[in-house]
């Protein structure tokens, strides 16, 4: 059974830091992208940002604009995990942070494209 289990979440003020990691277990995911998405309360589920690498193992991270710059995402694929390093966290980034995997080495920012999803982890940025 395929499982994706977010942790790191939590209540930070603005300005703060938060790490949020994505244990993947049931099959390995080293060779397809890896995605995160947030949904605030009342509105649709976003891309954040997602990880892919080609066969040559060279790494390419994409982002959505409002966290460029201050959001790193990142994979160790031995221990089948993917990261999100959330730097000068604003209240507008309050949300559940879902991890997501779309089999293959094709990015997308769309989640209808991903195969796997996580339970979600909240976050909360007070001002």
């Known amino acids: 059974q395929v499982q994706l289990v977010e942790s790191g979440g939590g209540l930070v003020q603005a300005g703060g830091s938060l790490r949020l990691s994505c244990a993947a277990s049931?099959?390995?995911?080293?060779?397809?992208?890896m995605g995160w998405f947030r949904q605030a309360p009342g509105k649709e589920r976003k891309f954040v940002a997602c990880?892919?690498?080609?066969?040559?193992?060279?790494?390419?991270?994409d982002y959505a604009d409002s966290v460029k710059g201050r959001f790193t995402i990142s994979r160790d694929n031995a221990k089948n995990t993917v990261y999100l390093q959330m730097n000068s966290l604003k209240p507008e980034d309050t949300a559940v942070y879902y991890c997501?995997?779309?089999?293959?080495?094709?990015?997308?920012?769309?989640?209808?494209?991903?195969?796997?999803w996580g339970q979600g982890t909240q976050v909360t940025v007070s001002s």
């Open positions: 049931g099959r390995s995911f080293n060779t397809d992208v």
């Open positions: 997501a995997a779309r089999l293959g080495r094709i990015a997308t920012i769309s989640s209808g494209d991903y195969d796997y």
């Open positions: 990880i892919r690498n080609d066969a040559s193992g060279t790494y390419y991270a």
